[in-house]
C-alpha cells in the first residue's frame, strides 16, 4: 500500500526559535552559512567560530540535534544536512528552512527526503531570482513527501544510510588517492619552493614542442551535436568527467585539425575564478576526437625534455600556483592569465631518469583514480535510485 503524501510544514515544528549573537558579543558561537555545507556529501563540513559580536546579521537560526537544513538560496546545488549533535545550540543563516521533525517522522527520515530529485526540482521551479535564485521558507513547508509509519520510516533510513556510507567512503578512498601524487612528487623531489635538491629551474616554455594554444570559441548556436568538448567544467582535481558527459558542438575540418586533444596534452584554465585560475587536468585516452574551449590553453610537452606526467604535476605545486596568483589579471569575480603568464612558470627540472619512476607511478594512479571514480559513480546511482523509488 502506497504511503498517503503529506506537506512538510505538517510534520515539522512551526517555530524553530531565533537567537541574536549580538546580544553577547564577547561569547563565542559557531556559525553555519550555506558555504558551511557540503552539497556533496549534504554535511555541515566549514562551520565558522567567532565571537557574538562579530557574527553576520543572517546568524538568527537558533539549531537543535537532528534539525534538517535546506538552503533556500540557489535551490537547484541541494545544500542541505542533518545537524550533529556537536552543533546543538549553536546558530544557522536565515537563508536556511530549519526542519525540525515532529515525533511523527525521523529527522533521518526528512534528511533523506529533502536529497530527493524531485524535491530538488520542485524548488528549483519555484526559484525566484536570475542572478540569486531563491524560493520562500514557505514554499519548502509546502512540498510534499510520503510518510508510512515510523517503522517503516526506520527501515528505510537504515537502508539509505546504508547506501549514503558506501557512497562516503567511495569518496573518502578517491580523496587519499589523490593525495597521493603531491605526496610522492615531494618526497622524489623536494618543496617546489625551496627545492632543497638544487634542482635546476627552467621556464615551462622551454620544456614545450610548441607555444601554450588556445581553445575553440564558438557561439552558443553551434552547440548540441558533433563533436564532443572539454570545457571548464569537464575537470576537476586533474581528472576529466565521464568523455560521455561532455557537451558536443559542430566543427570544420579546419577546426577539428587545429584543436583535437591527444594523449599527453595538458589543458590549463587561462580564465576562471581567482582561486581555481590554472587548475588542469592531463588528456590520457579519449573514446573519439575531442576538441577544448577558448578558456583554457592547451600544453604539449617534449618528451626529450620532461615526461608529461612529470610537468602535469608540477603544475599542481606551490610555486605554480603561486606564480598564478601573482600575474594574474584580476577582474569582478574571475582572474585571468595569458600565455607569457603561462610560458614563464617556473618549474624544477631533473634528469628524464629520475622523472622517469615518477611518471609510471603517476600512470598507476590515474587508472586507479579512473577505477574509482566509476565506483563513485556507481554508489550515487545506487542511492539516487533509491531516493526516487521511495520519494518520487
Known amino acids: 500500500m502506497t504511503a498517503r503524501r503529506i506537506a512538510l510544514r505538517e510534520v515539522v515544528e512551526a517555530k524553530t526559535g531565533t537567537m541574536n549573537p549580538s546580544a553577547w558579543p564577547d561569547d563565542p558561537i559557531t556559525y553555519v552559512d550555506v558555504t558551511a555545507i ?13 565571537r557574538g559580536a562579530e557574527a553576520p546579521g543572517r546568524a538568527r537560526r537558533l539549531l537543535r540535534t537532528g534539525d534538517v537544513l535546506v538552503s533556500t538560496v540557489r535551490p537547484n546545488l541541494n545544500a542541505v544536512a542533518l545537524v550533529p549533535d556537536s552543533l546543538d545550540g549553536e546558530v544557522a543563516s536565515t537563508a536556511f528552512c530549519v526542519l525540525r521533525a515532529t515525533p511523527r517522522v525521523l529527522p533521518e527520515y526528512l534528511y533523506f527526503f529533502v536529497q530527493s530529485a524531485s ?11 536570475a542572478l540569486y535564485p531563491a524560493v520562500s ?37 578517491r580523496e587519499r588517492t589523490l593525495r597521493l601524487l603531491p605526496a610522492l612528487y615531494a618526497d622524489s623531489f623536494g618543496d617546489s619552493v625551496a627545492n632543497p635538491k638544487n634542482w635546476p629551474v627552467v621556464p615551462l616554455e622551454t620544456l614545450l614542442k610548441t607555444p601554450p594554444q588556445n581553445g575553440l570559441y564558438k557561439h552558443k548556436s553551434a552547440y548540441g551535436d558533433g563533436t564532443p568538448i572539454v570545457r571548464i567544467d569537464s575537470f576537476r582535481e586533474g581528472d576529466l568527467c565521464e568523455p560521455g558527459s561532455l557537451k558536443r558542438l559542430r566543427l570544420d575540418e579546419n577546426e577539428a585539425r587545429r584543436y583535437t586533444l591527444a594523449g599527453g596534452d595538458i589543458l590549463v584554465n587561462r580564465v576562471n575564478s581567482a582561486e581555481h585560475l590554472g587548475k588542469s587536468v592531463m588528456i590520457r585516452t579519449l573514446p573519439e576526437p575531442t576538441v577544448f574551449e577558448s578558456n583554457m590553453m592547451r600544453l604539449v610537452v617534449d618528451p626529450e625534455r620532461a615526461f608529461a606526467q612529470y610537468v602535469f604535476s608540477a603544475l599542481q605545486t606551490t610555486r605554480t600556483r603561486q606564480h598564478f596568483q601573482l600575474n594574474a589579471r584580476r577582474a569582478v569575480n574571475q582572474a585571468s592569465l595569458n600565455q607569457t ?41 545506487t542511492l539516487a535510485s533509491l531516493l526516487a523509488r521511495i520519494f518520487g
Open 38 to 50: 557540503d552539497n556533496e556529501v549534504k554535511a555541515i563540513t566549514a562551520a565558522r567560530t567567532m
Open 119 to 129: 524535491f530538488t526540482r520542485s524548488l528549483e521551479r519555484l526559484a525566484k531570482g
Open 137 to 173: 521558507e514557505q514554499c519548502v513547508l509546502d512540498q510534499t513527501m510520503p510518510l508510512p509509519p515510523l517503522e517503516t520510516q526506520r527501515r528505510i533510513v537504515d537502508m539509505l544510510l546504508c547506501a549514503q556510507r558506501a557512497l562516503r567512503l567511495r569518496r573518502e578512498i
Open 341 to 381: 603568464d603561462l610560458r614563464s612558470v617556473p618549474i624544477m627540472l631533473p634528469p628524464l631518469e629520475k622523472q622517469a619512476p615518477f611518471a609510471r607511478h603517476a600512470d598507476f594512479t590515474a587508472s586507479a583514480r579512473g577505477i574509482e571514480a566509476q565506483m563513485i559513480s556507481s554508489a550515487e546511482a
